[in-house]
């Protein structure tokens, strides 16, 4: 009896375990990103934009400037692709300037795409995102884009574009360089999560008649 309860404590504990990794992938835990795919076409219906959420972007890189735009992310750990959706605050018109597009890991210097990256679906691919949504054919809501990145690692990303706010041109960008933490599961799970939570109810079920038959003076059916 004692080994039974035993076998059901560690099958409590495994679904348990299956549950939060099954949330640990499906949203963004900065310095961790969500980890999934995306298409870059400036199409951002595939984004989930709470989920994916990643990191604000402010005037200047800087934590005591406006807010003028986010960032998302997802680590396709199959192909070792990072994609990115940048998107400005809904008053804040991003600008179609391409050379102000960008994302930099570990180093300034080290640009991993811009906003004349091609995109033919091998990465680096950019796309604007929204362009001439306000009637003026140089402002945009933002930009998707993607690059080769190693993983398991850690690095450091800036990510920058420039926007319109307060009648000029500025910059927008994340706090400096912050830290990206890839761990890329070996095996993802794919087991729907109703399912693992009616297999852990399962289980809490078999511990508890276990316990309560263990406990009881009157002798309860066997299962
Ligand atoms: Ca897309």
Known sequence: MKKLRQIGMLLLVVSMSSILLTSFVN??????PT????????????????????????????????????????????????????LTQPEVPGILSPADAWAAINVISNKTYHGDSVDDGVPPDFAWVGVGYDGNSSHVQGYEASFPLDCPNSYNIKIHIEVFDDSAWQTAATLDFIPLLLICPTVIPEVPIGSVIAVTSMMVALVVYFEIRSRSRFRLPEV
């Open 27 to 32: 949203a963004a835990s900065p310095p961790q």
């Open 35 to 86: 980890y999934g795919v995306a298409t870059v076409d400036g199409d951002i219906s595939e984004w989930d934009l709470v989920n994916d959420f990643f990191v604000n972007m402010t005037r200047a890189g800087r934590p005591d400037k406006p807010l003028e735009a986010n960032v998302s992310l997802r680590m396709d750990c199959i192909n070792y692709v990072l994609y990115v959706l940048v």
